[in-house]
Nanobody
Framework: QVQLVESGGGLVQAGGSLRLSCVAS????????MSWYRQAQGKEREWVAR???????GYADSVKGRFTISRDNAKNTVYLQMNSLKPEDTAVYYC??????WGQGIQVTVSS
């Protein structure tokens, strides 16, 4: 049974930073790509960032240059460092692995 648990969300002022963490239980974490998604109220869930098993990364245009995804395979953890946050970054953030498992989501709220 694989479980993904996000942490690190909260309320921050525009221009601030947060770091999200997603800890995965179960085996073979290092064998799978990991992604972050987000869903703002009333909108569809959208892809934010991805990290491959080898460390290659990709970002949505809306967060490129502000967000950084990373992983620590020894800790079964993927991170999302979010800098220069904007009110439009307000959403529930989810991590997902390539097997299709999702975390429960964590709220990020950016005040103007």
């Amino acid at each position: 049974q694989v479980q993904l648990v996000e942490s690190g969300g909260g309320l921050v002022q525009a221009g601030g930073s947060l770091r999200l963490s997603c800890v995965a239980s179960g085996l073979f974490f290092s064998s799978y790509g990991m992604s972050w998604y987000r869903q703002a109220q009333g909108k569809e869930r959208e892809w934010v960032a991805r990290i491959e098993t080898g460390g290659s990364t990709g970002y949505a245009d809306s967060v490129k240059g502000r967000f950084t995804i990373s992983r620590d395979n020894a800790k079964n953890t993927v991170y999302l460092q979010m800098n220069s946050l904007k009110p439009e970054d307000t959403a529930v953030y989810y991590c997902k692995d390539d097997r299709g498992y999702w975390g429960q989501g964590i709220q990020v709220t950016v005040s103007s």
